[in-house]
């Protein structure tokens, strides 16, 4: 009975590890990390340039200091969250804001708090409310 019980605990090992590891060079590199970028645009449709931006990690701490690029792309790790400070904006409607990806489709649901008193998540069109230069967090 020993016997048997040792043959089928090696079978189990040998097919259930034989899953793990594994050789071939596919060129395959696993993601550093879930880094994503979005993109700031105007009511235009252009971007929205050097609009200075902190995150802070799920835990509260600080990440780092940022500006959106030329593009209006910024980056964010899923569960951070990050504060732009809309210095020399109107506000909406004077000035609206969209949040879009990279292939211009608009960024619903995104929640938002704003220090001017708005809050909320972002339209269907990937805009949100916001006041004459206002500060807004956002929570990717």
Known sequence: ???????????????GLSGCGGGGDDGYVPP????TY???VDNGGFSVANVHYSCVNSFGDFIGNFYTGNN????????ENCTF????????????LHIEDDI????????????GGDFG?????????YRIDDSCTFEF
């Open 1 to 15: 009975m020993k016997k048997y019980l040792i043959l089928i605990v090696s079978a189990v090992a040998i097919f």
């Open 32 to 35: 550093s990390s879930s880094e």
């Open 38 to 40: 979005l993109f700031l």
């Open 72 to 79: 209006g792309r910024f980056l964010f790790v899923p569960g």
């Open 85 to 96: 400070d809309f210095i020399g904006y109107d506000g909406t409607p004077g000035d609206e």
């Open 104 to 115: 211009q489709n608009p960024k619903a649901g995104i929640p938002y708090t704003c220090l």
């Open 121 to 129: 998540y972002t339209n269907l069109n990937g805009s949100f409310n």
